[in-house]
T-cell receptor, first 113, second 110 residues
Framework: DGGITQSPKYLFRKEGQNVTLSCEQN?????MYWYRQDPGQGLRLIYY???????QKGDIAEGYSVSREKKESFPLTVTSAQKNPTAFYLC????????????FGSGTQLSVL | RKEVEQDPGPFNVPEGATVAFNCTYS??????FFWYRQDCRKEPKLLMS???SGNEDGRFTAQLNRASQYISLLIRDSKLSDSATYLC???????????FGGGTRLMVKP
């Protein structure tokens, strides 16, 4: 079955540590996105990539980094510079030039120890 | 002012009730509109698109008012399983991006 897979489901970060969230899709979608969701709030865009080897900052990119070396994969690294990383992280993808319809992964809950 | 605004709720309603949510958007050039449903700690799932003429899907009706820049979602005969957060989502062709509202939480009680 085609879909988008995020791992791990739960992740814990120690002070000063970098952690990487995985996102893989086999939908052959060109565009991929990372969103952050805090309790009781909507989704905020961290980074997005419209094509392999290219990505752009979203609204809250500080403290995060991404790479897009393969079409299928768009990992997100939460660096030590992100002082408040506890949140629910959602990866999504969309096909073609129009980003109207998003397909979401099941999310990763990141917490700080 | 936020680009997409929703009343966070929660809306507490009894089973069988009719409930409506509104969502306002600030960018008059917005092209497409959607309602997503999100269960706690799960990914959002597309509930329905919102067309200019309004559209209905079973117990759910969505409407768009471009003049006043808001969209609405009406749920009739509420079920316990309708309890969730409903996200209003607006698409802007110019930026080719989606903007999410903060969500409205619905709790349907027996």
């Amino acid at each position: 079955d085609g879909g988008i897979t995020q791992s791990p489901k739960y992740l814990f970060r120690k002070e000063g540590q970098n952690v990487t969230l995985s996102c893989e899709q086999n939908l052959n979608h060109d565009a991929m996105y990372w969103y952050r969701q805090d309790p009781g709030q909507g989704l905020r865009l961290i980074y997005y990539s419209q094509i392999v080897n290219d990505f752009q900052k979203g609204d809250i990119a500080e403290g995060y980094s991404v790479s897009r070396e393969k079409k299928e994969s768009f990992p997100l690294t939460v660096t030590s510079a992100q002082k408040n990383p506890t949140a629910f992280y959602l990866c999504a993808s969309s096909m073609g030039q129009s980003n109207e319809k998003l397909f979401f992964g099941s999310g990763t809950q990141l917490s700080v120890l | 002012r936020k680009e997409v605004e929703q009343d966070p709720g929660p809306f507490n309603v009894p089973e069988g009730a009719t409930v409506a949510f509104n969502c306002t958007y600030s960018n008059s050039a917005s092209q497409s509109f959607f309602w997503y449903r999100q269960d706690c700690r799960k990914e959002p799932k597309l509930l329905m698109s919102v067309y200019s003429s309004g559209n209905e899907d079973g117990r759910f009706t969505a409407q768009l008012n471009r003049a006043s820049q808001y969209i609405s979602l009406l749920i009739r005969d509420s079920k316990l399983s309708d309890s969730a957060t409903y996200l209003c989502v607006v698409y802007n062709n110019a930026g080719n991006m989606l903007t999410f509202g903060g969500g409205t939480r619905l709790m349907v009680k027996p």
